[in-house]
């Protein structure tokens, strides 16, 4: 089975993880900028942070035959710093003709604060004005279907962002339906211990079907699983999904959404 990991934050996972993921039948990650596990105190730490994204970890993701793409942002943890954000956010334009670079990501909401709107703002306005791709992270748990809603709001709102080309992550059971009835695509994240397990995710996909909706690992520094998304197209072929459908959602509809970036090969 081949399939893309759309969501892995690769520079907090081990060697044996590319390894791992590459005997899956994994053909390509796309690594969107996130936390560091502490806030970073100046520009510079994300201007070594974006190198690393743009320059390191593509080489090593290729010593495993895996293509490593990436998204550039100030995630919203750190975006109560509206100074430090706006330096951030002018530092970003530097690194989009990188040849691994999808667009701007993960933007979104993290307590749904009013100086995290203010970023999310800005960082929706670079993404129309350089035509980028745009992937957005959802709340955590009693924040998200707010925070969903905020996001939603301002996408909406914003006069040059097209639907087809924004991804809404880390979908639940409340979310997903109202970021599909945007136009909006889906993304479904699988956790061990929050967002989605994969008996929820195959159930979400039941209900709502298999158009503009993928799976990813999101696999990071906490209790991750860098293989969540075949092992949960495992689970989809024990519940009678046919090879087909489990191809669509694992592969085929993320390389749809990555190709209307002009760096998206494989």
């Keep these: 089975m081949r399939y893309i990991e759309p969501h892995a934050h690769m ?11 590459a005997l899956s039948g994994c053909e390509a990650v796309c690594e969107p900028a996130f936390w560091a596990g502490f806030d970073r105190s100046a520009v510079a730490g994300f201007h070594d942070y974006f190198s ?17 793409f990436c998204w550039l942002c100030i995630n919203s943890k750190e975006a109560e710093d509206v100074k430090l954000a706006e330096e951030v956010i002018r530092l970003v334009p530097q690194f989009l003709d990188r040849p691994n670079v999808l667009g701007i990501g993960e933007i979104g909401l993290n307590k749904n604060s009013r100086n995290e709107l ?25 924040d998200k279907l707010k925070g969903t809603k905020l996001i939603l709001d301002v996408l909406k709102n914003h006069r040059r962002i097209k ?38 995710a195959i159930d979400i996909l039941e209900i709502y079907g298999n ?45 749809i959404f990555l190709s209307q970036s002009k760096n998206f090969k494989l």
């Design 11 to 21: 520079v907090s996972r081990v060697t044996d993880d590319y390894e791992r993921m």
């Design 52 to 68: 690393q994204l743009t320059e390191h970890e593509p080489k090593r993701a290729a010593k495993f035959g895996v293509k490593h």
């Design 118 to 142: 203010r970023v999310l703002e800005m960082q929706v306005d670079l993404a129309a004005k350089y035509n980028q791709l745009i992937l957005v992270h959802t709340p955590h748990l009693e």
């Design 163 to 200: 639907p087809e080309r924004v991804i809404i992550d880390h979908v639940e059971e409340h979310t997903v339906e109202m970021v599909l009835d945007q136009g909006m695509w889906a993304g479904m994240t699988l956790y061990p211990e929050t967002k989605c397990t994969p008996a929820r």
């Design 211 to 255: 158009e503009r909706l993928w799976l990813n690992s999101a696999c990071d520094w906490g209790v991750s699983d860098p293989l969540a998304v075949p092992k949960t197209a495992l689970e989809m072929k024990r519940r009678g999904h046919l090879a087909a459908a489990i191809e669509k959602v694992v592969f085929q509809n993320p390389k």
